[in-house]
């Protein structure tokens, strides 16, 4: 009976000793799940952040680049307007009636003939008689050429290109910025 009872005391001592090793051994695992769900926690909210931040960073980039391609359509359909205001303008230019033709024509060689006395006048075809009676000129040359004339030395060293695409390119170069005001505000 006394080893019975050594015994049944032994077993109580060691099932109280059981009970509390599991006991602690829950709350360490408590204590580590606890952890570990704090743990993942912090990591889902760390990977939010970077989830909202790339987001809107991917929504910045969108949007610069569609700002961008719209700035690009808009130059593109503003080019565009100044090339055919440009066409448009030369085309009247070159239309314009033979008598204003002739004056232009007179004023350009006047002006030019400090620099090119007694010039070779390249013209387009049937447009010799505009530059009849106009004095200082050495000879007169028509050829395939666009609207306006080409004053040339006597020895070919000196060449003035006074075609009208030519002089309306030099003002629309000097005056894009003005022209564009004027058709785009």
Known sequence: MALDKVI???LE???VEADKLVKEAEKELSAILR???EAAAKRKRVQERELEETLRRLRR?????AELEAKKIVLNAKKEILDRAFEQTLREISLMPPESKSKVYRTIIEGASRSVPRPRVLCPRKESPLLAGISGIGSVVEGDMESGIILESEDGSVRLDFRFRTILEGLWEREMKNVSTILFG
């Open 61 to 65: 980039q969108e949007i610069s680049s």
């Open 35 to 37: 952890e570990a769900d």
């Open 8 to 10: 049944k005391d032994i």
């Open 13 to 15: 001592s060691a099932r």
